[in-house]
């Protein structure tokens, strides 16, 4: 199993600043996923983020507003750039443990952020 | 791409009475399912997964689930409903390891509400 340490849990930011939200992992793993909840919705793939390389986006998510950074194989951050009401969302950090024949996702407990 | 459909969103249940949450899936081949639970302000927790073999399968809390490659359906079920049972489910999807990315695809949700 892996062990996931988001934080902040939650904030309340200004429009027009930024949020860095750092995710620890308790052993080291390959890739780490960025999601985010909005109100009322389900998760959405962010990007994917490997270490030593440029992380991977989808659609509708680009790197001047969610700049992702993977220093390490246990450790991740992900920054809200120049935030607007409509960023307001939980954001969770998350991780694969691979084997033969199977594979588990384990999450962050989240960080609820509220832009103002 | 894999994608997952969750019909109903919004179930209502006395408790003590059975429950049936319905996700059906999209995918080439067999995937990897997986039911979550999050419960409100918490973070997501795995109830069951499915990779191959027994197509019922057991995860915690009471819950079980059907994966039916004929219906492309993965059902989950439980006998009696407990009001603890409250919160909102989700049913994942990801294509089995090809060497590439792991990333989960999640339905829109099942909002439980049990009545007392």
């Known amino acids: 199993s892996a062990v996931i340490s988001q934080k902040p849990s939650r904030d309340i930011c200004q429009r027009g600043t930024s949020l860095t939200i750092q995710c620890q992992v308790d052993?080291?793993?390959?890739?780490m996923f960025w999601y985010r909840q909005q109100p009322g919705q389900s998760l959405t793939l962010i990007a994917t983020a490997n270490q030593g390389s440029e992380a991977t986006y989808e659609s509708g998510f680009v790197i001047d507003k969610f700049p992702i950074s993977r220093p390490n194989l246990t450790f991740s951050t992900l920054t809200v750039s120049n935030m607007s009401p409509e960023d307001s969302s939980i954001y969770l950090c998350?991780?694969?443990?691979?084997?033969?024949?199977?594979?588990?996702?384990?999450f962050g407990q989240g960080t609820r952020l509220t832009v103002v | 791409a894999q994608s997952v459909t969750q019909p109903d969103i919004h179930i209502t249940v006395s408790e003590g009475a059975s429950l049936e949450l319905r996700c059906n899936y999209s995918?080439?081949?067999?995937?990897?399912l997986f039911w979550y639970v999050q419960s409100p302000g918490q973070g997501l927790q795995l109830l069951l997964k499915y990779f191959s073999g027994d197509t019922l399968v057991q995860g915690i809390k009471g819950f079980e689930a059907e994966f039916k490659r004929s219906q492309s359906s993965f059902n989950l079920r439980k006998p009696s409903v407990h009001w603890s049972d409250a919160a909102e489910y989700f049913c994942a999807v990801t294509a089995p390891l090809t060497g590439g990315g792991n990333k989960l695809t999640f339905g829109t949700g099942t909002q439980l509400k049990v009545e007392l």
């Open positions: 995918y080439g081949a067999t995937p990897y």
């Open positions: 052993s080291q793993v390959t890739m």
């Open positions: 998350s991780v694969v443990l691979v084997w033969a024949g199977g594979t588990e996702a384990f």
